[in-house]
């Protein structure tokens, strides 16, 4: 259990993924909260939980909820699930930069799910990074995952890498006690 998240590595389905492994996680859920124009999560009451996959690179592995490739870099951030109030879908999917600049917003879909692709530009103290933030729900849960490009320049290869990973969330139990 790492920061209220499970996560179990398995093989890949066939040969012809040899790269890639399923990583699978039950995770705590979480509900929205706001604080004037900040938006943030508090995990719900009780034992509620949701379970997922996705598929990614067989190098990276995971710390917490971030993701890092075979050079130890930072490549991806899973953020709490939220269970969203009748209403809250427009807003969850409505991202608002905090700092660094929008390149591009565009709508996506993931099986059931229907979501954002954003696309920042951001500087730190190790130079430029390309976010690129991938907001998906179902009308009942919020789903976002972070994936870092630390090129100085938009990459379009790592781009396609990040929708092929986001293309295979998939969302395989929801457990509540309270909700």
């Known amino acids: 259990m790492l920061n209220g998240c499970s996560l179990n590595c398995s093989q890949p389905d066939s040969a012809r993924d ?10 705590t859920l979480y509900k929205m909260i706001y604080d004037g124009d900040s938006r943030g999560s508090t995990a719900l009451e009780g034992d ?3 379970e997922y996959s996705l598929r990614v690179p067989a190098s990276w592995t995971l710390d917490g909820t971030v993701l890092t490739d075979s050079n130890n870099n930072k490549i991806a951030e899973i953020a709490p699930v939220v269970l969203l ?9 409505d991202y608002k930069a905090i700092e660094g600049k929008v390149l591009s917003k565009e709508p996506i879909s ?22 690129h933030m991938y907001l998906l729900s179902d009308g009942m849960l919020g789903f976002t995952f972070t994936m870092y490009s630390p090129n ?10 990040f929708d092929r990973i986001v293309q295979t969330i998939r ?9």
């Open 110 to 131: 993931v099986a059931e799910f229907k979501g954002r692709k954003v696309i920042l530009q951001t500087s730190t103290e190790s130079g430029t990074w390309y976010p």
């Open 85 to 93: 109030s009748q209403g809250e879908e427009a807003e969850f999917l």
């Open 171 to 179: 969302f395989k139990e929801i457990t509540c006690e309270n909700i």
């Open 18 to 27: 040899n790269d890639w492994k399923i990583l699978s996680s039950k995770d």
């Open 48 to 50: 509620t939980t949701v």
């Open 152 to 161: 100085q320049t938009r990459d379009k290869a790592e781009e396609k890498l």
